[in-house]
């Protein structure tokens, strides 16, 4: 689900400590960064096989009379073969800023993989991703239960630089000792705007068994500084009582295809 927002803060290093790998000629080889963000619909293919990329950001939110962020949302993705993905959530931390005492700490560590279906008929690309969420979190901010979750993201392309996808997701997540399911869709519309720079606009939704609905409006951008790495920055509002009144946040990811030589 949406936090907004996905640990350590030592990943953040461990992703600008290789930015003279990623500005390597290298780069001209193998496809363009394809990453699960900036938007909340993940992308609908795999990372290359053999490679690993590092997708990282920070988000600030404001909502219901507090403040808070959390970092590093850190998700992992390893490419084991041509449509096939693992991939490792890492526990995000969550901090209060201002406003009622808030639940701070490391969130849970999820773990899945990614199989992409497509392309189909159409032009349709379309995946499957299958997690588990392990109750590894601090005591307020954990589910305390193992939570699993499906999602399927899906998109085309249109011609001229645009492209439409959106996402179906289910999550079965433990609130309160009790099973809250939540059905999460969500649809965007993207436009290239030159060859490094991509735009979108997005629509997401949470609708929950035990709780009210949680749905926003999001906006953004996304900058690849070199084919391996992306730099953006998107920011949101609530259309719903329960979604946060604002956010805003930035990322920053790298792949690193040398393993791909193995």
Do not use: C
């Amino acid at each position: 689900m949406f936090s907004p927002g996905r640990t350590g803060a030592t990943l953040m290093v461990a992703a600008f400590s290789v930015i003279s790998y990623a500005q390597s000629p290298q780069d001209t080889a193998g496809p363009e960064i394809v990453t699960d963000r900036p938007d909340v619909t993940e992308s609908s293919i795999v990372v290359p096989k053999g490679s690993l990329q590092l997708e990282n950001g920070a988000t600030w939110t404001n909502g219901r009379g507090s403040q808070n962020f959390d970092l590093s949302e850190s998700l992992i993705r390893l490419g084991v073969s041509s449509r096939t993905e693992i991939r490792i959530v890492a526990p995000n931390y969550l901090g209060g800023i201002t406003g009622p005492d808030f639940a701070s700490g490391f969130g849970d560590i999820a773990l899945g993989m990614k199989r992409q279906l497509g392309p189909l008929p159409g032009g349709f690309d379309l995946s499957v991703i299958v997690a588990l969420s392990l109750p590894t979190g601090s005591s307020r901010v954990s589910s305390h239960g193992f939570d699993p979750f499906m999602k399927f993201p899906w998109s085309k392309e249109l011609g001229a630089g645009w492209s439409i996808g959106g996402m179906q997701s289910f999550f079965w997540n433990t609130d309160s000792d009790k099973r809250n399911g939540v059905w999460e869709p969500t649809l965007y519309i993207e436009k290239e705007i030159a060859k490094p720079w991509d735009v979108f606009a997005e629509y997401a939704g949470d609708f929950a068994h035990l709780s009210g609905s949680r749905q926003i409006a999001h906006l953004g951008i996304a900058y690849r500084v070199t084919p391996r790495q992306q730099v953006d920055f998107h920011f949101g509002f609530g259309l719903s009582h329960d979604a946060p009144s604002r956010f805003f946040a930035v990322g920053y990811s790298f792949r690193i295809d040398r393993l791909r030589r193995h």
